[in-house]
Structure formats: structure tokens, C-alpha cells
């Protein structure tokens, strides 16, 4: 579904890697969950994959269409298969629940039909049946976040990128807004989601990757935000219990697990995490 | 459904930049106005060159008593002078240029001299005597009078040789000047009327980067997101590119025609078909640059 081989991005005039030779793969109906302190790499890589940003080295495939050939021209329908959510939600205020829905399909050429179809039907299934006429601002933030995913799936992608989708929220509408993730995720769309929230991601227990300074120091089939399973964290963090709710079952190390360079990097995360 | 909601963000990008789009109408106006000028100037001299230049003659002016010019020595050209010219026109190194020739008596020039000059005191003193017997000859292509006046220049008799065409050289010195400069402003103008489409797209495209932002995200195609803003730099430009042709068919039609054609009917002046041909032409380059410019402009937001 996605894979990075040894993927590198060097932004200009910053000598320091935001991604540094990534490799992984995520496979189809996976829900991963992203984290690292910021400035970790974890935009840069929702960025990489939808193909906004080019590699400095490396492969990227997605979708079984290697980023690297694909032309400008293509990028376009390429992203048709792609939903993405971000943090602000990034709705058209002037325009209502149903129009902002609908302008996806709009814009891609979709039927006048399709559209009286296709919509209701998502705004049901975001919970947000009945407000199709109200505008963004007359709406709580949670019920803006569902019609910005509302419009990342209405076309049926297959993968969905979230970038902090609940980043704005309080604890209980994020949970809202997780339960729908996980039911879209159930429903067979990958779900790629870069996060902070340590509550979401130890209650989830799905696959956990987690980066540093560019680099993956941790993919778990299935952890918390935080975990036991890298010895070296603890031995810089002596008393700091990782708070972890349930034993991870299954750890998968980083590729390119450098002890030394995790101790240096994660202490101070550890510390600011508090 | 495309199509409309295509010229719906057209409409709405034309309200919302009003007092842009109306300064591209008036540059691309103002531009083309020049353009269509210099065109027409252009015109105007090609068709008074042909017009001129056809009937411009030669001159093989004789001596006459009191000439001390060219090569003469104050006496009056013989006849053995004037037969020899005469078969110098008829020779067979001549002959093939020459569509015709006549000659000219000194009665002659008096009385077309007193025919042209009718209002001026001149005519009162000049004698016949005083005026060039002439051979005039009318070449088949006017600009080889060189290989005449080399010829007869130098012939005994002859004060000088004259190409009128040489007095016609000032007034198509002045049309052209005119028309370099109309150019010349036009091209500036032009200049400005691209930049000002390109400015003009630019905003209207920051004030929609929300949609722009999503359209690209969501997949729209490219020629979606472009379409709408090259539509609205074409159609601005269109207005004012339509307003040019309909000041230049008033300009003919009033001032060429309605007053200068009138009043100098000797003359040959660009006439109503020309202008026909001229406008649809600024209409298109109207159109082509903005398409252009306003297509550059937008690029930088479809870039992925």
C-alpha cells in the first residue's frame, strides 16, 4: 500500500535530514499511528506520500505507483485515491456542510446525481445527518472535523492521511472522532494518522511507528505511545514510568536502531514530555 | 455541471478583483489602440507608396540659356542634343525599363507651371524661358531610376536627372516615424497590459488559495484549477481588445474617411476593409496574451 525504501529528505538550506533513509512498509487495511516530538519527520512523510514533496533519495510506492515516475500531470488523479484531514480542518467558510462535501466531487467532475447521492451518505455516516445546511463557523469543532473527513472519504479513497485530526480537540470529541477513524479503517481504508496524543494511541493499540530527528527508532504491531519494548529509554529515564496501558504484545525494532542516538535524542524528549 | 460551476468561480473572480480587471480593460484598450494604429500607418504608407511611387516620373532636364548647372554652359540644349537623348531613351539598354516617355516644352512647363502656381505671384515674372525643356519618362519599375540617371546624366544638354520619387522620401520618413512610435508605445503598453493580467490573476488566485489549496489536495486536474482564471484574464482582455477595434473602426470612419479622405481626394487613404482586417487581429492578440500571461501566472499554484 505504501512503502519507503530508504527514503531521505533534505529540505534547502537546513544540513539536517527531516527524514534519513526511512524505510517501511504499510500495509492494506493497516491503522498506523505516527508520532515523535515535533520536527520529528512526521509531516514531512504525510507530505511524501501524498506527493507534495518530493524525496532527496530513495523510493516511495504508493498505491503500486512509484511517486518518483509519476508525472505532474498524473499527480492529480493519483490523489483522487487519497483522503487527507489536517488539524485545522481547512473548510470554506462561505460555503455549507453539504457544499464544502460536495466540492470535492465537484472539482473532479463527478455527476450532479452522484453528488445528491453520495453525500447525505457520508454526512450520515460522520454523524453529522440534519446540519447539511449549516455553515462551518455555526458548528463545534468536533462537527467541523467530521465534515473534513466527511470530505476526505467521500470519494472512497483508499488510504486516509490524518495530520493531528484531533490536535483542536478536547479529550472526549477526539474519542468521537477516533471512533469514526476506526470504523472507517473497518470498512478497509488505510488509515495513516500522525499524533500527539499520548491517550488516543495507548487506548488504540494499533501499530505505532514512532520518529526521531528523521529517523524510525520504533514500529509496533501494536503500542502505545510510549513503551518498555526499547531498553535504552528507561535507562535514561530512570523513575519515569512510560505510560503505557497494557504490555505491548509484539515489537518490531527500527531498521536502523542506533542505541546510541536514541539515548541522545529521547532523553530530552522524555523530560519535555511531562 | 463543470462547465457551470467552471463560469460561476469566472463570474465571481471578475466581482470580486472589479477595479483590476477594469484597469486590464483599460491597458489592453489603450495597448491595442497603438498597435491597431501602427498597423494602419503601415498600411497607409504601403498604399500611398504604390499609389506615389507609380506615378512618380523621371525628369531629364534640359539645359536651358541661363543654366551654368549640371553640364550646362548657360546656352540652351541643341536639338542634335535633344535627338541624341531622345535615342538614348530609344536605345535598346534603356528601352527595356522605360514604359513610356514624352517630352516637355518650355511652353508646356509655363502653362502647368501657371496652372499649379495659379495664386502665386511667381507667375507674374517666370518667362517660359526661364522653365527646363524635359523628357519625362515613366519607369516599369520605379525604383531602378538609378540606371537612368547614370545614363543620361553625363549627356551633353543635360542639366540634371531627378527621381521624383526624392521628394516623396520626407512625407514617408514622417508616416514611418509615426508608426515606429506608435509601435514603440504599443510595445511598452503591451508590456504593461501582461504584467498588470499576471498581477491580476495572482490576486485573484491568493484570494481563492482556500479552494485552490483543496482542489489540489482532493485531485481537481490541473486544467480545472487553471480554466477558470485563464477564462477570467481572457475575458478582461477580450473587453478591452473589443473596445480598441471599435475606437479604431471610429478613428477611420470619422477622421480617415469622414474628414481626411474628404478633404484630400488625391490622396489614397486606408479605407474601411483595412480596418476590417486590423481588428479581429488586435482582438486575437488581445485574447492570445491574455491567455498567456494570465496561464503563466497561475502556474505557480498548480505546481505539486
Known amino acids: ?274 | 455541471m463543470r462547465l457551470r460551476l467552471v463560469l460561476s468561480e469566472v463570474g465571481s473572480g471578475l466581482k470580486r478583483n472589479l477595479s483590476m480587471v477594469i484597469s486590464v480593460v483599460l491597458v489592453t484598450f489603450i495597448s491595442l489602440t497603438f498597435v491597431g494604429t501602427a498597423a494602419l500607418l503601415q498600411l497607409q504608407i504601403n498604399q500611398m507608396k504604390g499609389y506615389w511611387y507609380d506615378r512618380a516620373q523621371v525628369a531629364v532636364y534640359l539645359c536651358t540659356d541661363t543654366d551654368t548647372t549640371g553640364n550646362c554652359t548657360g546656352a540652351k540644349a541643341t536639338t542634335a542634343q535633344k535627338d541624341q537623348v531622345e535615342a538614348q531613351l530609344q536605345s535598346s539598354t534603356l528601352k527595356p525599363y522605360i514604359q513610356k516617355s514624352y517630352f516637355e516644352t518650355q511652353q508646356d512647363a509655363y502653362d502647368r507651371f501657371k496652372k499649379q502656381f495659379a495664386d502665386s505671384p511667381a507667375t507674374e515674372f517666370v518667362q517660359p524661358s526661364y522653365l527646363n525643356e524635359t523628357f519625362w519618362v515613366n519607369l516599369k519599375d520605379p525604383s531602378q531610376s538609378d540606371i537612368l540617371i547614370e545614363s543620361l546624366s553625363n549627356q551633353a544638354g543635360v542639366q540634371s536627372v531627378v527621381d521624383q520619387r526624392g521628394y516623396l522620401q520626407p512625407i514617408f520618413s514622417v508616416l514611418n516615424a509615426a508608426s515606429y512610435t506608435a509601435i514603440g508605445i504599443a510595445v511598452l503598453m503591451l508590456i504593461a497590459a501582461v504584467l498588470l493580467i499576471a498581477t491580476t490573476i495572482r490576486l485573484s488566485a491568493f484570494s481563492r488559495r482556500r479552494e485552490l489549496g483543496i482542489m489540489r489536495l482532493v485531485g481537481a486536474s490541473n486544467r480545472f484549477i487553471q480554466t477558470p482564471f485563464i477564462l477570467e484574464g481572457v475575458i478582461a482582455a477580450l473587453v478591452g481588445s473589443v473596445l480598441a477595434g471599435g475606437a479604431m473602426i471610429l478613428i477611420v470612419k470619422v477622421f480617415v474617411r469622414g474628414y481626411l479622405a474628404e478633404n484630400f481626394a488625391s490622396t489614397p487613404f486606408v479605407t474601411m476593409g483595412d480596418t476590417y482586417v486590423v481588428v479581429p487581429l488586435l482582438i486575437v492578440i488581445g485574447a492570445a496574451l491574455a491567455a498567456l500571461s494570465a496561464g503563466v501566472a497561475i502556474r505557480r499554484y498548480l505546481k505539486v
Open chain 1, 1 to 274: 500500500m505504501i512503502r519507503f525504501d530508504e527514503v531521505s529528505k533534505f529540505y534547502a538550506g537546513n544540513p539536517r535530514p527531516a527524514l534519513n533513509g526511512v524505510t517501511l512498509e504499510i500495509l492494506k487495511g493497516e491503522f498506523v499511528f505516527l508520532v515523535g516530538a515535533s520536527g520529528s519527520g512526521k509531516s514531512s512523510f504525510l507530505r511524501l506520500v501524498l506527493k507534495e514533496e518530493k524525496p532527496s533519495k530513495g523510493q516511495i510506492h504508493v498505491l503500486g505507483q512509484r511517486l518518483g515516475t509519476l508525472s505532474s500531470r498524473k499527480v492529480p488523479y493519483f490523489r483522487r485515491n487519497l483522503g487527507v484531514v489536517f488539524q485545522d480542518f481547512r473548510l470554506l467558510p462561505q460555503k455549507s456542510v453539504f457544499d464544502n462535501v460536495a466540492f470535492t466531487l465537484q472539482v473532479i467532475g463527478k455527476s450532479r446525481g452522484y453528488i445528491q447521492e453520495a453525500v447525505p451518505d457520508v454526512l450520515k455516516m460522520v454523524g453529522l445527518a440534519g446540519k447539511a445546511q449549516r455553515l462551518p463557523h455555526e458548528l463545534s469543532g468536533g462537527e467541523q472535523q467530521r465534515v473534513a473527513i466527511a470530505r476526505a472519504i467521500v470519494n472512497r479513497p483508499a488510504i486516509l492521511l490524518a495530520d493531528e485530526p484531533t490536535g483542536n480537540l478536547d479529550p472526549s470529541t477526539s474519542a468521537g472522532i477516533m471512533t469514526l477513524l476506526d470504523r472507517i479503517n473497518a470498512s478497509g481504508t488505510t488509515v495513516l494518522m500522525a499524533t500527539h496524543d499520548a491517550g488516543i494511541v495507548d487506548q488504540m493499540q494499533r501499530r505505532v511507528i514512532e520518529l526521531s530527528g528523521g529517523n524510525i527508532i520504533r514500529d509496533e504491531r501494536s503500542g502505545g505511545y510510549q513503551t518498555q519494548a526499547v531498553p535504552i529509554q528507561q535507562v535514561g529515564q530512570e523513575g519515569a514510568q512510560p505510560r503505557v496501558q497494557g504490555v505491548p504484545t509484539q515489537t518490531v525494532p527500527a531498521p536502523r536502531l542506533d542505541p546510541e542516538s536514541v539515548a541522545q535524542q529521547s532523553v530530552p524528549e522524555w523530560g519535555a514530555d511531562k
